[in-house]
């Protein structure tokens, strides 16, 4: 089992796949337990946006951390409903930026390791 981990572990990737209408599909292929991680992650981040004024679906807002994580600070100030989650991002101060729920994400890199801290405040 060990052996197998070890391979799957240098088999990670991330890979693009296009659809239809102008989308896309992203996927990684992760330790399970990084994975697991970011999944819940994104998860308690879109749940701590949700609320009265907030139009967008649990997996809608998943998909905007998703992407603004990645492409901005990660800060979402509000949300422009142009599908695109970027609408209203703040450039901030880097990596770290709390978003409107007070949660952080930062991701440290140290060579070739790449570590996500879960941040304080979260949902």
Known sequence: MEKRHAKG????RVEFW???DAMAW????LPADHASAIRNRLTAIARGMQGHHEPRTLP????DTFTA????TGKILSNTGDGTGMGGTDPGNGAGSPD???CRAEIRTGGTDTT?????GCA
Request: proline share 4%.
């Open 9 to 12: 572990v240098a088999d990670r």
């Open 18 to 20: 296009p659809d239809s």
């Open 26 to 29: 992203v996927a990684a292929l």
């Open 60 to 63: 809608q807002l998943k998909a």
């Open 69 to 72: 994580g990645l492409l901005t």
């Open 100 to 102: 409107q729920s007070g």
């Open 116 to 120: 996500t801290v879960a941040g304080s």
